[in-house]
C-alpha cells in the first residue's frame, strides 16, 4: 500500500497522540485532568501546525483512499484551531459545573480525528469512519452530565436519530456502488462522466440517499429535529464545538462528494433533478430555521434553529457549485468562507452564554440578557458582535459569507433562492438584534454574579478578532482558496 | 514609496489609542501630543512624498498605492489602494499641515474640558477620513471619506451636546449637528446615483480609468454625462455648503471653534471642489453642468457676502463669509479656470483656519462671549490675536501681495474671460462685501471703544500653544499667494506660476475640452487688477469710517434703509423660505399622510402583520417540534420517500 508519511503526518500525529499516548497517560496517571487538558492542546496544536506547513504537499495516501494537501489541510486546521478553541472553553465551564473529567478531552480530540478523515476521504468507506468516529464522540459529549436528564435526553436522542440516519448514509454508499461499482471519489467520477453508469437509477437513489445522510449531519431540514433538542441538551461548551466545527467537518465532506457525485456540473439531465431536491432543501431549511427560532424563549434554542438556518444558507453554495468561468463567483468557495468565518461567529456567541450560564442551568432565557451591558460590558458588546455578524451585517465576516453565497446562487440563475434567503436573512434580524435590543435597552431584572471567564476569554478573543479581520480582509481567505 | 500609504494609517493609528484608552492615558499632554503626533507624522510622511514627486517628470507625478483588496468578487472588486498625484499631495499636505497647527491650538483651547479625549479622537478620526476622501484612488473609497467626514461633522458639532445654541429652529447643539448631516445626506443620495450610474457606464469606479475613457464611453450622451455630473455636484453643494443644501453651514458652528477652522472652513467643506477637480473631465464634457456650477457658485458668493454684513456673532460672521468663499471656488471651477479654483482652496485654508482660531482665540479670551456689538477695543488685551487676525482680513480682502489677493484676482480674471463682464461684476460686488465685513468684524473686535462689561470680562491673551499657530497661519496667509502668480504679473518678472504649473497634468484632459481664449488682455487684465483692488479698498474705508466708533453709525443707517437691512438680517428669509415651501409641506405631508397614513396603516401592518405571521407559523412549527424521537423519524422517513420520489419519478416515464 502507497502511503505517504510526510503528507499524511498531521493525520498520522492526532492518531498516534489518540491512540497510542494519550490512553497511557490516562491509564496510568492519577488526578491527571489539567495534565491531558494541556497535552491535548498541545496535540491539537501540532497537528494544525502540520497541517498548515504541509498544505502545499498534495497527493494521495494509504493506497489512494485519502487526498493530501490544500483544500483538506485547510479544513484539519480549521478543525483543530476549533478543537483548541473549545477546549479553552470547556476546562473553565466543566469546573464551574463541578464535572471536569479527563475523557471528555479525548472524546472532543477524537471527534477532531473523525472530521479531519472526513476532510482527508476520497474514499466512501473513509468518509464513512470518518462521520462515524466524530458522531461518536459527539453522542457521547452530548450526554456528558451524567447526572443530567436533559443531557442524557439530548445523548440518546442524538444517538438514536443519528443511527438512523447513518442506515440511509450506508444505504446509499451501497447503492452508489452498485450503480458505479467503486468506492472511490475519482472512479466514481470518472463513470459519471464518461456515461458508463450500469444503473442510473441506483445512483441517482444512492446519491439521494447520501444528500440525506449528510443532510441530517448538517441538520438540514427535515432532518434538523434532533438539533433544537440536543443543542439545548448538550453542555455549552459542546453545543459550541459540534454546532460549529461538526458542521464545518459535515459541509467539508458534501463539498468533496459533489465534485466526485457531479463531476459535470449540474448540467446532466439526472444532476437537474438533483438539484430541485437540493434547491428545495436548502429553501426550507433556511426559512424554518429562522421562523422558528423567532419564537424561542431560551437562547441556546435559538442560537440552535439558526444554527439549522445557516446550514440551509450553505447548501445554497452546493448548489452553486464551482465557479464557471475565472471571473465567476465559485459557489464551494463561499461554502468554505462562510464555514470558517460561521465557525468563529457561533462558538463565539455559545461561548459567552457559557460563560453566563449559571451552574443551575439558570441564566439561559433571552429575558435574562435585559441590561446585560451594565454588568457586563465586555460580554455585551462581543455578543453583540458575534449578533451582527450572524445577522450578516458588514464589515463582519457574516456578511462577506452571505453575500459570497447569494451571489454565487444568482449567477447560476437561482434568484429565486436568493429572494428567499435574503427575506429569511429579514427574519433572522429580529432575534439576532432582538437580543441586542434586551442587552442594551432594557433595565436588568436579574443581578448575581457568574463565573470569571478564565481561559473562555481566549477563546472569545480570538472568536472576535475571527469575525472582524476576515470581515476586514476576506480576501486573504478568498487568495488560499484559489491556490487548490 | 509604498510607505504613502502610511498617510491615512497614523491618525488612524491616533484615533484608536485616544479612543480605546483615552481616559486612562490620563493627562491632556500625553492625549494632545499623541493626537497632534500623529498627524505631524502624516505630514512629515506627506512631505516626503511631495518631494518625490517632484523628483520625478511632470507627466509621470502620479502613483497608486494598492493596500489591499478588500474584496474580489466576479467582476466586482473593492480596492482600498491610494492614488498619490499632484492633487491629493496637496489636499493631503493642506489636511496634515493645517490639521496640525489646528490639534496644537486645540490643546490650549480644550484645556480643562471634561470630554478632552473624547475630543481628540473625534478629530483624528476626521483626519483619517478626510486623508481617505482625498488619497482614495476610486469613487467607493472617496465615498468612505465622504460619509466618514460627514460623521466625524456630526460628531464634533454636537460636541457639546448639552449646551443650547441658537440658530434657525434649532435649541440644542445636537440639533444642529442633526440638521448638518441630514442635509449632507441629501447630497450623498446624489453622489450615490452618480456612482451607480458610473458603475453601470464603465464597469469600475477607478479614477484613473474613468478619467481616461470618458471621452470614449460617454462621449455623445450628454444627457448621461449631465445627470451623473450634477447629482455629483448636489453632493458637492451638501458639503461644500452651497445653494440649495448650504443652510446647515451657518448652525455648525455650534461646535468648538477648532472644529469649524478645520472641517467648516479650512477642508472638509472643500471636498466638493475636490471632487470636482478629480474628476474635471466629467465635468468638462457637459457645458450644461458647467453652467449651472457657475451659476450656484455666484449667487452663493453674493447672497451669503450680503448676509454676512449684518451678523453680529464672530462665528457667524466667518461661516458666511466661507459660504461665500466657496461660491469663489465654485465660480472658478464652472468656468473652467480649475486651477485657480484649488488655489484659492489653498490660500482660503490659510487664511481662514486663521480668523477662525483668532476668532476662537477672543472667544477664549472673553470668557465665551461671541456677540461682536459686546467687544471692542481688545488691541491692547490681545496683540497678537490682533495682528494676525488683521493679517487674515487683509488677506481675504484681497489686498495686493497677501494671499487671497492672487488667488480671488485670478478667479474674477477667469470669470470674465471664460464667462462674462456680468459674472465679473455679480463677482466684484462680492468682493466688495467680503472686504466690508471683515473690516466690520475686525473693527468692532479689536478697535474703537471696550464696549464689554469690566466687571465680569477680563480679557486676556491666548496661551502660547494657541498664539504660535496663529503666526504661523498669519505667515502663510501673507505669503501663500506667491506660489500662484498670475502670468500677467509674473511674466515681467520672470517668476513662474508654480501652482499652475504643478496641477497642470491633472488638467490637462478636462482643460482641452473646454473653448479656448487666446490674445493678448494684459491691459484688460491690470485695469480689472486694479479696480477690484480698489473696491476691497473701498469696502475696507466704508467699513472704518462705519464701525470705527462702535455701532450707532451704522444703527443709524440700518434705520434708514431698514427694509433693507430686515432683509438681510434674516437672510432673504431663506430660513422662512425652505420652512414654508420645504419644511412645512413636508412635515405636513409627513406627519399626516406619510407617518398616520403610510407608516401607520401601511407599513406597520405590513411589518406588524408579517411579524404577527412570521411568529404565528413559528409557534405552529413549533408544535412538530414535539421531543419524541420516534415523531422526528417519522418526519425524516416522510423526507426520505419525498426526496426519493422528487428524484427517481421523472426517471420512470
Known sequence: MQIDYIGSLPLIVIWLALGAIGIVIQAFVRDNTRLVFGYYVATLGLTGLAAIVLSGHKGASFGGMITLGGYANYFDALFCGAGIMALLAARPYLQKEESEVDEFYTMLVSSVAGMMLMAHASNLVVLFVGIELMSISFYVMAGFFRTSTKSVEAALKYFLLGCFATGFLVYGMSLIYGGTGSLAYGDIARTVVTQQLTYPTLFVVGTTLLVIGLSFKIAAFPFHQWAPDVYEGAPTAVTAFMSTAGKAAAFSAFVAVFVALLPAGWTSEIAQNQQIVIAVIAAATMLLGNITAVVQSNVKRMLAYSSVAHAGYMLMGILAGPSLGTDGMNGHHAIVFYATSYLFMQMGAFVVVGILERRDGGFLNIDDYAGLHHRHPVLAALMAVFMFSLAGIPPFAGFFGKYMLFAAAIERGFTWLAIVGVVSSVISAWFYLGLIVKMYFQDAKDSGHEAPAGLAGFTLAVSVVGVVFFGLFPQLLINIFRSW | ?653
Open chain 2, 1 to 653: 514609496m509604498n510607505y504613502a500609504a502610511l498617510i491615512p494609517l497614523f491618525p488612524l493609528v491616533g484615533f484608536a489609542i485616544i479612543g480605546l484608552f483615552g481616559r486612562r492615558l490620563g493627562s491632556e499632554k500625553v492625549i494632545g501630543s499623541i493626537a497632534s503626533l500623529a498627524v505631524l507624522a502624516s505630514f512629515v510622511t506627506a512631505v516626503a512624498v511631495f518631494m518625490g514627486l517632484t523628483s520625478m517628470p511632470a507627466d509621470a507625478r502620479s502613483f497608486t498605492v494598492p493596500v489591499y483588496t478588500w474584496i474580489a468578487t466576479g467582476s466586482f472588486s473593492v480596492d482600498i489602494a491610494y492614488q498619490f498625484d499632484q492633487l491629493s499631495i496637496l489636499f493631503t499636505l493642506i489636511i496634515t499641515g493645517i490639521g496640525f497647527l489646528i490639534h496644537v491650538y486645540s490643546t490650549g483651547y480644550m484645556h480643562g474640558d471634561r470630554s478632552f479625549p473624547r475630543f481628540f479622537a473625534y478629530l483624528n478620526l476626521f483626519v483619517f477620513m478626510m486623508l481617505n476622501l482625498v488619497l482614495a484612488s476610486n469613487f467607493l473609497l472617496t465615498f468612505l471619506g465622504w460619509e466618514g467626514v460627514g460623521l466625524a461633522s456630526y460628531l464634533l458639532i454636537g460636541f457639546w451636546y448639552d449646551r443650547k445654541f441658537e440658530g434657525s429652529g434649532i435649541v440644542w447643539t445636537g440639533d444642529a449637528a442633526k440638521k448638518a448631516f441630514i442635509v449632507n445626506r441629501i447630497g450623498d443620495f446624489g453622489v450615490l446615483l452618480a456612482m451607480f450610474m458610473l458603475f453601470n457606464a464603465f464597469g469600475t469606479l477607478e479614477y484613473a480609468t474613468i478619467n481616461a475613457q470618458a471621452g470614449v464611453v460617454l462621449g455623445g450622451q450628454e444627457t448621461l454625462v449631465t445627470m451623473i455630473t450634477l447629482l455629483l455636484f448636489l453632493g458637492c453643494t451638501g458639503k461644500s455648503a452651497q445653494i440649495p443644501l448650504g443652510v446647515w453651514l451657518p448652525d455648525a458652528m455650534a461646535g468648538p471653534t477648532p472644529v469649524s477652522a478645520l472641517i467648516h472652513a479650512a477642508t472638509m467643506v472643500t471636498s466638493g471642489i475636490f471632487l470636482i477637480a478629480r474628476t474635471n473631465v466629467l465635468f468638462a464634457m457637459s457645458p450644461t453642468t458647467m453652467a449651472v456650477v457657475t451659476g450656484i457658485g455666484i449667487t452663493t458668493a453674493l447672497i451669503a457676502g450680503t448676509v454676512g454684513l449684518v451678523q453680529n456673532d464672530i462665528k457667524k460672521v466667518l461661516a458666511y463669509s466661507t459660504v461665500s468663499q466657496l461660491g469663489f471656488m465654485f465660480t472658478a471651477l464652472g468656468v473652467g479656470a480649475f486651477t485657480a479654483g484649488v488655489f484659492h482652496v489653498m490660500t482660503h485654508a490659510f487664511f481662514k483656519a486663521l480668523l477662525f482660531l483668532g476668532s476662537g482665540s477672543v472667544i477664549h479670551g472673553m470668557h465665551e462671549e461671541q456677540d461682536i456689538q459686546k467687544m471692542g477695543g481688545l488691541k491692547k488685551y490681545m496683540p497678537i490675536t490682533y495682528k494676525t487676525f488683521l493679517v487674515g482680513t487683509l488677506a481675504i480682502s484681497g489686498i495686493p501681495l497677501f494671499s487671497g489677493f492672487f488667488s480671488k484676482d485670478e478667479i474674477l480674471w477667469f470669470a470674465w474671460l471664460n464667462g462674462s463682464p456680468i459674472l465679473w461684476a455679480v463677482g466684484a460686488l462680492a468682493a466688495f462685501c467680503t472686504a466690508f465685513y471683515m473690516w466690520r468684524l475686525t473693527a468692532l473686535t479689536f478697535l474703537g471703544k471696550e464696549r464689554f462689561d469690566h466687571h465680569h470680562v477680563h480679557p486676556h491673551e491666548s496661551p502660547k500653544s494657541m498664539t504660535i499657530p496663529l503666526i504661523i497661519l498669519a505667515v502663510l496667509s501673507a505669503v501663500g499667494g506667491l506660489l500662484g502668480i498670475p502670468h500677467v504679473l509674473g511674466h515681467p518678472l520672470h517668476l513662474p506660476n508654480l501652482l499652475e504649473e504643478w496641477l497642470a497634468p491633472i488638467f490637462a484632459n478636462g482643460v482641452a475640452l473646454l473653448p479656448k481664449h487666446t490674445g493678448d488682455h494684459t491691459a484688460l487684465e491690470f485695469t480689472l487688477m486694479a479696480v477690484s483692488v480698489g473696491i476691497g479698498a473701498f469696502g475696507i474705508w466704508l467699513a472704518h469710517s462705519l464701525y470705527k466708533d462702535g455701532t450707532e453709525k451704522a444703527r443709524a443707517l440700518g434705520a434708514r434703509f431698514s427694509a433693507v437691512y430686515k432683509l438681510l438680517w434674516r437672510k432673504y428669509g431663506v430660513d422662512e423660505v425652505y420652512d414654508v415651501l420645504i419644511v412645512s409641506p413636508i412635515v405636513v405631508f409627513s406627519r399626516s399622510f406619510l407617518w398616520k397614513m403610510v407608516d401607520v396603516v401601511l407599513i406597520d401592518g405590513i411589518v406588524n402583520g408579517s411579524a404577527r405571521f412570521v411568529a404565528s407559523t413559528g409557534n405552529v412549527i413549533r408544535r412538530i417540534q414535539t421531543g419524541v424521537a420516534q415523531h422526528y423519524a417519522l418526519i425524516m422517513m416522510v423526507g426520505i420517500i419525498a426526496l426519493i420520489a422528487i428524484v427517481t419519478v421523472p426517471m420512470l416515464k
